[in-house]
């Protein structure tokens, strides 16, 4: 037998779903797949005492999806006022513009092509909506577009993409760069040392209770495949797709295309460090 405890990041047991700390909600998307766990997780965070609040990844465009995530803060006695993106893949921004429409709420993000009615985001920016601080911090590398919100108040922070409850994330080579992404990572574990943080919120998965552990394992992770990796290159293996066979074999095949495009992200990196 398995225990939660054990597992990397120390994942919360129970349905995914509903009130994770003080201020953050989870609504789970019905959109489960091997690439999106049990779906995508929308969050709706807010000051316990106050009306307002900000929902992070309104996610696919589900119409029952969308509106359930109105209701349930409804149920709370709030109004969404803001929506922010992590990124822009569709499990997570698909639904935005419908949303943004839903609740006249704008939609803030890095890249501008998905901002509805409202400024960018960007490193150092702190988003205080109904007495609320969550801190923007960019964490590229999955997508060169990601970001994860630190939320002080909760020692929590959200991560979209970049740390997920269960498994690991793949490096979308060739918008996503493994040299970025291994930073990002770098930079949410000063957050757990150096901040506080002790809890992901990630956007697939259960949340996870030790952040540090969650984000030395993906460390770990990443040097072990890069490795394995650079040694297939030695070994013969050429393409992408032979070393995807080779490295990931003991990985559902349904995940080999994800697969590739890590391994196209750290054959650029072993390149670009003069290691192949």
């Known amino acids: 037998m398995t225990y939660a405890a ?7 047991g129970g349905a ?6 003080a201020r953050a909600v989870c609504v789970l998307a019905p959109n489960p797949s091997p690439m999106t766990l049990d779906g995508t997780n929308t969050w709706i965070v807010s000051e316990p005492d106050s009306d307002l609040a900000v929902v992070i990844d309104p996610g696919p465009l589900d119409e ?3 509106t359930g995530v109105i209701a349930a803060a409804e149920r709370a006695g709030k109004r969404i006022a ?7 893949h569709a499990d997570h921004a698909e639904g935005a513009a419908r949303f943004a429409e839903l609740t006249r709420a704008s939609v803030r993000a890095l890249d501008p092509g998905l901002r509805l009615g409202g400024e960018g985001l960007g490193a ?4 205080t909506t109904g007495g609320l601080e969550l801190r923007v911090v960019p964490t590229p590398g999955h997508t060169s577009d990601s970001l994860c919100f630190h939320l002080p108040a909760d020692a929590a922070v959200l991560t979209g993409d970049t740390v997920l409850g269960r498994g690991t994330t793949v490096v979308a080579h060739p918008d996503g760069r493994l040299g970025d992404y291994l930073d990002s990572l770098r930079r949410l574990r000063s957050l757990a040392v150096d901040d506080g943080v002790s809890t992901i919120l990630p956007g697939h998965g259960p949340v996870l209770n030790d952040a540090c552990g969650a984000v030395e394992y993906y460390l770990a992770h990443r040097a072990n495949r890069l490795a394995q990796v650079e040694t297939a290159v030695e070994a013969g293996h050429r393409t992408a797709a032979d070393i995807v066979a080779h490295v990931y074999a003991d990985v559902d095949r349904s995940l080999w295309p994800a697969a590739e495009l890590s391994v196209r992200a ?3 990196y072993l390149g670009e460090h003069g290691l192949i």
Not at 124 to 127: A, E, F, K, M, S
């Open 6 to 12: 054990s597992l990397p990041g120390q994942p919360r």
């Open 82 to 88: 803001l929506t922010l993106l992590t990124h822009g």
């Open 16 to 21: 995914i779903g509903g009130s994770a700390t």
């Open 64 to 66: 029952a999806h969308l």
């Open 124 to 127: 150092g920016d702190v988003i």
């Open 266 to 268: 750290q054959l650029d």
